[in-house]
Structures are given as structure tokens and as C-alpha cells.
């Protein structure tokens, strides 16, 4: 009888340990943290867009020319696209295939 006693005991601490635990979990304040939001104008693809601008910027930067980005981007944007949610936009095919370039 005492090991059934003691066995209930262990369930009680275990479950009181696992109640107060649950209590104090910390809750996610944020998806998107507001600063990261805020600065989403400082991504890579802005920079790449500058880099556009000329080509000589856009070669050293990524060592691809222009046209052959476009004609890499024409060619795997169906493969790797996705839908933008209501939560959040998604990342496009053009900056995804520039981050894996960089």
C-alpha cells in the first residue's frame, strides 16, 4: 500500500511541476519583431535593386550579368513561388534567387 502512496505523490509533485510551468511559459510577443518590420526597406533585394542600376555594379556584386539573372529567374520563378498569407508577404522568387547568388 505505502508504494502505491508513493507513487501517487510522484504524480502530484510531477503535475505540479508541470501546472507552474505551464503559469510562467513565456507567450511570443511578436510574428515579425517591429523592428525588423520597420527596416524592411534594408533587405538585400533593395540593395540589388540599386545594384541594377548599372551593370558593372550588378556583375561584381553577383557575377552574373543582368540578362542572364532575368533569363535564371524566367526559368525557376514557377518552381519557387509562393502565395503571400494574410500574416505575412511572402519572399519572392527574384530576391529568394538572389539571396541563394550572394
Not at 505551464?22 to 534594408?42: D, G, L
Not at 533585394?45 to 552574373?64: C, K, N
Request: aromatic residues 12%; positive net charge; hydrophobic residues 30%.
Amino acid at each position: 500500500m505505502s508504494s502505491s502512496t508513493s507513487s501517487s505523490d510522484e504524480e502530484d509533485i510531477v503535475m505540479y511541476y508541470w501546472y507552474k510551468r505551464m503559469q510562467t511559459k513565456k507567450k511570443r510577443k511578436y510574428w515579425v519583431h517591429p523592428y525588423i518590420e520597420k527596416n524592411i526597406n534594408c533587405r538585400t533585394f533593395v540593395a540589388a535593386r540599386e545594384l541594377q542600376e548599372t551593370d558593372a555594379t550588378f556583375l561584381a556584386f553577383y557575377r552574373m550579368s543582368r540578362e542572364s539573372y532575368t533569363e535564371l529567374v524566367t526559368i525557376i520563378s514557377p518552381a519557387i513561388h509562393q502565395q503571400n498569407t494574410h500574416l505575412r508577404e511572402c519572399v519572392s522568387p527574384e530576391e529568394r534567387i538572389l539571396i541563394t547568388l550572394r
